[in-house]
């Protein structure tokens, strides 16, 4: 799971601005040695493209390429760089941002699927806290941003990530009602489920800093760097349990400052 990929540090040029947002993103040069690591280490093997939902379930799940949010940094330089290697990548769009500054145009959404990358929805507004919103908010958030991004690319829209990185079963509930095949979580977790007919993944986090021969490892399937995922994510999710939202506003205030 990436986001945003920036040239010459500017963090706030593509996608969400902001000190917690910039974590998650890259710069230009680090990025593509993760995608050099990345091929080594699956020798040739390739990060297969985009998931088909409808397809039977596989043996072994190939490495899927997540990119969230729909930062413009999609259209460029990621897109070009994935197809490099002859890779291709799954883009979700936080929809409310579509033609907003730092964010893709309806142009560029099409542009990036007539190149053979996954649109898929992130939802429209982009919930800090996904789990913690009703049933008629998720189905809000997954239906209607489903709709945009179909009138957008005359096509159907199936599959969607999470914001936030809070899911819950209700979530994914929504997702399926929604008419969505397949729903990408932050769970670092190789364990795939279905709920009512949505296919539930896990993802590994890449974020600033991480050097490329983790993200290596983590496509690879080697046990430690994903072991080392799997326990602080528990961490987390204990602490976000009992902090419930204090957890997100003490983390927001530490890392604006
Ligand atoms: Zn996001």
């Given at each position: 799971m990436y986001h945003d990929v920036v040239e010459d540090g500017l963090f706030d040029s593509s996608g969400f601005p902001g000190a917690h947002a910039a974590l998650y993103?890259?710069?230009?040069?680090?990025?593509?040695?993760?995608?050099?690591?990345?091929r080594k280490a699956i020798h040739g093997r390739a990060p297969a493209g985009i998931?088909?939902?409808?397809?039977?379930?596989?043996?072994?799940?190939p490495v899927f390429l997540t990119f969230d949010d729909g930062g413009s940094s999609a259209f460029s330089p990621i897109a070009c760089l994935l197809e490099k290697h002859g890779w291709r990548g799954h883009f979700f769009m936080t929809t409310d941002q579509i033609d907003?500054?730092?964010?893709?145009?309806?142009?560029?959404?099409?542009?990036?699927?007539?190149r053979g990358h996954l649109i898929g929805s992130h939802s429209c507004s982009h919930p800090?806290?996904?789990a913690?919103?009703?049933?008629?908010?998720?189905?809000?958030?997954?239906?209607?941003?489903?709709?945009?991004?179909?009138?957008?690319?005359?096509?159907?829209?199936?599959?969607?990530?999470v914001p936030g990185g809070y899911y819950s079963r209700k979530v994914g509930e929504a997702a399926a009602?929604?008419?969505?095949?397949?729903?990408?979580?932050?769970?670092?977790?190789t364990a795939v489920e279905r709920v009512n007919g949505?296919?539930?993944?896990?993802?590994?986090?890449?974020?600033?800093?991480?050097?490329?021969?983790?993200?290596a490892g983590l496509a690879a399937g080697r046990t430690?760097?994903?072991?080392?995922?799997?326990?602080?994510?528990?961490?987390?999710k204990a602490a976000k349990f009992l902090g419930g939202g204090a957890y997100v506003r003490i983390q927001k205030l530490l890392l604006d400052r």
């Open positions: 993103k890259m710069e230009r040069g680090p990025f593509e040695e993760h995608l050099a690591a990345i998931i088909d939902p409808a397809a039977p379930w596989p043996r072994q799940w907003r500054p730092g964010f893709l145009t309806r142009e560029q959404i099409r542009g990036l699927r007539m800090t806290r996904m913690s919103c009703s049933w008629d908010q998720l189905l809000t958030e997954w239906t209607a941003s489903r709709n945009i991004l179909e009138e957008i690319l005359s096509e159907p829209v199936t599959v969607a990530s009602t929604a008419g969505l095949r397949a729903l990408f979580t932050s769970e670092p977790t949505c296919l539930v993944l896990g993802r590994y986090a890449v974020k600033k800093g991480m050097g490329p021969a983790v993200s430690f760097p994903r072991l080392k995922q799997e326990a602080l994510w528990k961490t987390k």
